[in-house]
Nanobody, 121 residues
């Protein structure tokens, strides 16, 4: 049973910082990509940042230069350092991992329960 445990959300003023963490456990396969998604009220869940097992990262345009994603492959943990936060960064942040195998090619997706981030103006 794969479990993702998120932590680090909260309330912060605009311009402040928060660090999210997500620890994964229980996967029988290695974790390929790890990512953070964000869902604002009444909107779709959108990708914020992703990091591959090899360390390649990609970010949503709206967070480039302000957010940094990183991972610890020993601890199976992904982090999201969020600096210079803006009110529009408010939402529920979900951790996502993709695991799987090459032969046969299989992929499995797992989601965390979500952590609320609120940025006040």
């Amino acid at each position: 049973q794969v479990q993702l445990v998120e932590s680090g959300g909260g309330l912060v003023q605009a311009g402040g910082s928060l660090r999210l963490s997500c620890a994964a456990s229980g996967s029988r396969f290695s974790i390929n990509s790890m990512a953070w998604y964000r869902q604002a009220p009444g909107k779709h869940r959108d990708l914020v940042a992703r990091i591959t097992k090899g360390g390649t990262t990609n970010y949503a345009d709206s967070v480039k230069g302000r957010f940094t994603i990183s991972r610890d492959n020993v601890k199976n943990t992904v982090y999201l350092q969020m600096d210079s936060l803006k009110p529009e960064d408010t939402g529920v942040y979900y951790c996502h991992i993709r695991t799987g195998d090459l032969v046969p090619l299989t992929e499995y997706d797992y989601w965390g329960q979500g952590t609320q981030v609120t940025v006040s103006s």
